[in-house]
């Protein structure tokens, strides 16, 4: 290959093996997510809402890396499923609060075992996953509008 293209070589592109680790992480997730009845994205909004308990859509969206277009059919089914309730805040109608229920704390007990369960499917060392975790934040962080 002309070495004008090697650029475009799927070998040399960074940003493959990050979105193929990426998908094949997350159907990893599928079978305990689906005891569960969350998908990742939910899952991770509840990560959020576990630690936080109320916060808004914006701040929600800058800790999950995703705008409100995504997150608002996420909330809605969370509401849905009772875990969380979306309000206008009473400052400003704009902003829109969600807080977690106590139906969504209750999950928390289930959810517990998610993690640990990922970890042993994972062939990494708790060093090689630490190093991975601040490069990958490194990139988000370089990158981040």
């Known amino acids: 290959m002309d ?4 650029g475009l070589k799927l070998s040399n592109q960074v940003c493959f093996p990050l979105y193929a680790a990426s998908r094949a992480v997350i159907k ?7 005891e569960l009845d969350l998908t990742y994205t939910q899952y ?5 809402f576990w630690e936080e308990k109320k916060l808004t859509v914006k701040d929600l969206g800058k800790k999950l890396f995703l ?9 809605k089914s969370l ?3 009772g875990y969380v309730t979306r ?14 229920t106590p139906k969504g704390e209750d999950l928390k007990e289930k959810a517990v075992k998610v993690p640990q369960s990922m970890a ?7 060093e090689e996953a630490g190093t991975l975790y601040g490069l990958l ?6 990158i981040e509008e």
């Open 120 to 126: 042993s499917c994972i062939a990494m060392t708790p």
């Open 44 to 48: 991770i909004a509840m990560m959020v």
């Open 137 to 142: 934040y490194k990139l988000l962080d370089s």
């Open 79 to 81: 509401e849905t499923k």
């Open 87 to 100: 309000q206008r805040s009473k400052e400003d109608e704009r902003v829109l609060e969600v807080e977690i």
């Open 3 to 6: 070495k004008k293209y090697e």
């Open 28 to 34: 990893r997730y599928t079978p305990y997510l689906k």
């Open 67 to 75: 705008d409100s277009g995504t997150l608002t059919p996420v909330l």
